[in-house]
């Protein structure tokens, strides 16, 4: 256990659902990302939020909604999925930056039928 | 824009033995941060090794160890002494202001 905390471990949703995921750390960290991660292709970062401010957005589509209500959680709103946003989504946090170490959660395996 | 790439999709090595995971990244920048993160079967990274770029000596983690080449922008991870439990996904990954930036990951199988 790294202390970053992710549920639900797994979602299957239809792609007219609404769903959110949900990350949880209690490490005292100001820095928290969500990445999406496929098959054979490299971790993608979505978003940033450093100090409850989201400070990066990748070019991430809307059907993907960010909220960070304070420093401890972070969630991932999903709404109108396509099946190809099925992936594990992984979220992480760092004390500031992660020039020392980001610690990441299990990560929710999301399957979009 | 910066760039991880791992082109050993795959690695095997046979316990006890030595093996080296590649990694080349791309970047204008100076001073930066690179890392090896492990990802075992239970999906959670782990950090396994961490070097700053200003810093020429290579860092070395017990039995985890890098080889950073910065002119060639090269950092590559040995694992000594490999053990059954090394087996897991292996992703370098480059730091810089608030971008971690991961590569495709290498699959390393660890045979008895």
């Known amino acids: 256990e790294t202390g970053v905390t992710q549920t639900p471990r797994h979602l299957v949703m239809g792609m007219t659902n609404k769903k959110s995921l949900k990350c949880e750390q209690h490490?005292?960290?100001?820095?928290m990302y969500w990445y999406k991660q496929s098959a054979k292709k490299p971790l993608e970062l979505m978003f940033v939020?450093?100090?409850?401010?989201?400070?990066e957005n990748n070019s991430v589509p809307s059907r993907f909604s960010p909220e960070c209500p304070n420093s401890s959680h972070l969630f991932l709103h999903l709404h109108t999925l396509q099946p190809e946003d099925s992936a594990l989504y992984l979220c992480?946090?760092?004390?500031?930056?992660?020039?020392?170490?980001?610690?990441f959660g299990q990560g929710t395996r999301l399957t979009v039928v | 824009a910066q760039t991880v790439t791992q082109s050993q999709p795959e690695m095997s090595v046979q316990e006890a033995e030595t093996v080296t995971l590649s990694c080349t990244y791309d970047?204008?920048?100076?001073?930066?941060?690179l890392f090896w993160y492990k990802q075992p079967p239970s999906r959670q990274m782990i950090l396994v090794i961490r070097q700053e770029a200003y810093k020429q000596q290579n860092a070395t983690e017990n039995r985890f160890s890098v080889n950073f080449q910065k002119a060639a922008k090269s950092f590559s991870l040995k694992i000594s002494d490999s053990q059954l439990g090394d087996a897991a996904m292996y992703f370098c990954a480059y730091y810089y202001t608030d971008k971690l930036i991961f590569g495709t990951g290498t699959r390393l199988q660890v045979f008895p």
């Open positions: 970047t204008s920048e100076s001073d930066y941060y």
């Open positions: 939020y450093n100090f409850k401010e989201q400070t």
């Open positions: 992480a946090s760092s004390p500031q930056t992660a020039s020392t170490e980001a610690f």
């Open positions: 490490l005292g960290h100001n820095a």
